[in-house]
T-cell receptor
């Protein structure tokens, strides 16, 4: 049974560019959350998707947007990249009223 | 003041020691409490999940929640070198928007 799958694993982008990260949730999970983890810090909540809608959003600017597809997979889009966007981006899936999140291994984004 | 405070360590112990990891928080609405383990270059892995106050034991791991003190703990008995990782506490008021601590880096020396 596959866990949470994220792609790509690593990415290097130039300041000002746009990036799309992808996530396939664990089988049976219907909710996808995205987190940003800076080096040496805990993950910071970006937003959560359930039933193809953004249900909750953390303190991130509108440059961060997302989407959930009917098969529960999800994308995270970041526009106008800044150097400070360099981080590990984690996708976590769960059941809406579940007993814990399952995280993927993340996408490491470097903005130069 | 951060919503969730966690001592980043690093913490180094000999193999077989009892490890105590702690977090404090300020939001009295938190009712879901979790501990995650994160190995280098990997995503966090759920270790323990507790709803509201009390203790929960799973093998060598024990999680404690004291809501009156806004304090949670994770104890690891008979620590092993394979326990060397960063341990993250996480908590939320409703079942989403988990707030994480900064993580404590633990090294268990053989």
């Amino acid at each position: 049974d596959a866990g949470v799958t994220q792609s790509p694993t690593h990415l290097i982008k130039t300041r000002g560019q746009q990036v799309t990260l992808r996530c396939s949730p664990k089988s049976g999970h219907d909710t996808v959350s995205w987190y940003q983890q800076a080096l040496g810090q805990g993950p910071q909540f970006i937003f959560q998707y359930y039933e193809e809608e953004e249900r909750q959003r953390g303190n991130f600017p509108d440059r961060f947007s997302g989407h959930q597809f009917p098969n529960y997979s999800s994308e995270l889009n970041v526009n106008a990249l800044l150097l400070g966007d360099s981080a590990l981006y984690l996708c976590a899936s769960s059941l809406r009223q579940g007993d814990g999140y399952t995280f993927g291994s993340g996408t490491r984004l470097t903005v130069v | 003041q951060k919503e969730v405070e966690q001592d980043p360590g690093p913490l180094s112990v000999p193999e077989g020691a009892i490890v105590s990891l702690n977090c404090t928080y300020s939001n009295s609405a938190f009712q879901y409490f979790m501990w995650y383990r994160q190995y280098s270059r990997k995503g966090p892995e759920l270790l323990m999940y507790t709803y509201s106050s009390g203790n929960k034991e799973d093998g060598r791991f024990t999680a404690q929640v004291d809501k009156s003190s806004k304090y949670i703990s994770l104890f690891i008995r008979d620590s092993q070198p394979s326990d060397s990782a960063t341990y993250l506490c996480a908590m939320s008021a409703v079942w989403d928007d988990m707030r994480f601590g900064a993580g404590t880096r633990l090294t268990v020396k053989p």
